[in-house]
């Protein structure tokens, strides 16, 4: 009876090695005069009921080694929800707990300890090396997607003189930068003399879309109207149209520069119906609205792009000197500055 009941012990004990730490069962056999001891008690205390575990405890004379583990290892499973060591095995716990701390499993905790943290750290090396990656595949794309964008050059808001320029409304730049207005499919118009940042802002804005992977497009009117020329008479006109479409934020830089016959502008009348409320357009222009008909040559085309464009349009009008004139007065000034001083230097 006792041999069967240590059997039941030594399953629980198992069990408890798979709850609280390896080699666990190995210790038992250190244990085992202690166990021998406690069950003869067990088996001789009038107040322990064998029975009080499982009814079919009072058979277990009858129980093979094996079944024996198993109910064993079933009471281990459920240890902690369904057993009272204090209770039923009296002295059983604290020689269980003294299993639990013994010195073997101590230095196996610590091992598992390391072992642990050198799985974190491992862990976190590799997390760090996938975000690098990450990080690294997301640079390059957004580089792929800024060189496609066709860009006359990198400008950035950053690198925007907004104290030259009083008259622009920094906090509308500052929203526009939010790329919200390319969420809601918005248009853009800057309007100023030439010089004054019209296209800079314009490119700064593209740089962040493209950065935020819109597929962004940037190109002049002219060049824009001689494309779609030489598709109307290559017979491929819809495919060049689907094309810029596509894009959702198109740049349409220098609007008035050069004029267009009819024909120009019944092409980016067509265009600009095709990206209508679809996509965003971003337009640079040295005109004022009521000059657009001198652009494109027909006020009822003028009238039919204007009223798609400013449908849902934000408008940035730019009143201020030129960067360039700005910048060749300060040469001069530098230049003047330095003759001055040479002849000061022969007197």
Same mark, same amino acid.
């Given at each position: 009876?006792?041999?069967?009941?240590?059997?039941?012990?030594?399953?629980?004990?198992?069990?408890?090695?798979?709850?609280?730490?390896?080699?666990?069962?190995?210790?038992?056999?250190?244990?085992?005069?202690?166990?021998?001891?406690?069950?003869?008690?067990?088996?001789?205390?009038?107040?322990?009921?064998?029975?009080?575990?499982?009814?079919?405890?009072?058979?277990?004379?009858?129980?093979?080694?094996?079944?024996?583990?198993?109910?064993?290892?079933?009471?281990?499973?459920?240890?902690?929800?369904?057993?009272?060591?204090?209770?039923?095995?009296?002295?059983?716990?604290?020689?269980?707990?003294?299993?639990?701390?013994?010195?073997?499993?101590?230095?196996?905790?610590?091992?598992?300890?390391?072992?642990?943290?050198?799985?974190?750290?491992?862990?976190?090396?590799?997390?760090?090396?996938?975000?690098?990656?990450?990080?690294?595949?997301?640079?390059?794309?957004?580089?792929?997607?800024?060189?496609?964008?066709?860009?006359?050059?990198?400008?950035?808001?950053?690198?925007?003189?907004?104290?030259?320029?009083?008259?622009?409304?920094?906090?509308?730049?500052?929203?526009?930068?939010?790329?919200?207005?390319?969420?809601?499919?918005?248009?853009?118009?800057?309007?100023?003399?030439?010089?004054?940042?019209?296209?800079?802002?314009?490119?700064?804005?593209?740089?962040?879309?493209? @950065?935020?992977? %819109?597929?962004?497009?940037? /190109?002049?009117?002219? #060049? !824009?109207?001689? +494309? *779609?020329?030489?598709?109307? &008479? $290559?017979?491929?006109?819809?495919?060049?149209?689907?094309?810029?479409?596509?894009?959702?934020?198109?740049?349409?830089? @220098?609007?008035? %520069?050069?004029?267009?016959? /009819?024909?120009?502008? #019944? !092409?980016?009348? +067509? *265009?600009?119906?095709?990206? &209508? $409320?679809?996509?965003?357009?971003?337009?640079?222009?040295?005109?004022?609205?009521?000059?657009?008909?001198?652009?494109?040559?027909?006020?009822?085309?003028?009238?039919? /792009?204007?009223?798609?464009? !400013?449908?849902?349009?934000?408008?940035?009008?730019?009143?201020?000197?030129?960067?360039?004139?700005?910048?060749?007065?300060?040469?001069?000034?530098?230049?003047?500055?330095?003759?001055?001083?040479?002849?000061?230097?022969?007197?």
């Amino acid at each position: 009876m006792a041999d069967n009941i240590l059997s039941i012990i030594e399953g629980i004990a198992s069990a408890m090695d798979t709850l609280f730490g390896s080699n666990l069962a190995d210790a038992v056999s250190g244990w085992r005069g202690t166990l021998k001891t406690m069950t003869t008690e067990l088996v001789g205390d009038a107040k322990i009921k064998i029975d009080r575990m499982d009814p079919s405890a009072a058979h277990l004379d009858r129980l093979e080694y094996g079944k024996a583990f198993s109910m064993g290892n079933e009471f281990g499973k459920n240890l902690e929800s369904k057993l009272n060591f204090g209770n039923m095995f009296g002295g059983a716990s604290d020689a269980v707990d003294q299993l639990k701390y013994s010195s073997e499993t101590a230095s196996n905790t610590g091992a598992m300890k390391d072992t642990m943290k050198s799985s974190e750290e491992d862990l976190k090396y590799l997390r760090d090396i996938a975000e690098q990656e990450a990080k690294s595949k997301k640079s390059r794309a957004v580089e792929n997607q800024i060189k496609m964008s066709g860009f006359p050059y990198k400008k950035t808001l950053d690198m925007f003189d907004f104290d030259f320029q009083p008259s622009i409304n920094r906090e509308q730049i500052m929203e526009l930068a939010t790329m919200r207005f390319v969420e809601n499919k918005e248009n853009v118009v800057f309007l100023g003399t030439p010089g004054v940042g019209k296209t800079h802002l314009a490119v700064a804005l593209g740089m962040i879309a493209a @950065e935020h992977r %819109y597929s962004t497009y940037y /190109i002049n009117c002219h #060049n !824009l109207i001689t +494309q *779609l020329n030489k598709a109307h &008479y $290559e017979n491929r006109l819809q495919e060049r149209l689907k094309n810029f479409a596509k894009y959702k934020v198109l740049i349409i830089d @220098e609007i008035g %520069y050069l004029p267009m016959d /009819i024909q120009g502008a #019944n !092409l980016f009348f +067509q *265009l600009i119906a095709k990206r &209508y $409320e679809r996509n965003t357009t971003i337009f640079t222009s040295n005109k004022a609205f009521s000059a657009w008909n001198e652009v494109f040559s027909d006020i009822t085309i003028t009238s039919a /792009i204007l009223d798609r464009i !400013l449908h849902h349009c934000q408008v940035v009008s730019i009143k201020g000197e030129s960067y360039r004139l700005k910048e060749r007065k300060e040469m001069m000034t530098g230049s003047t500055t330095m003759v001055n001083t040479l002849f000061k230097t022969k007197e």
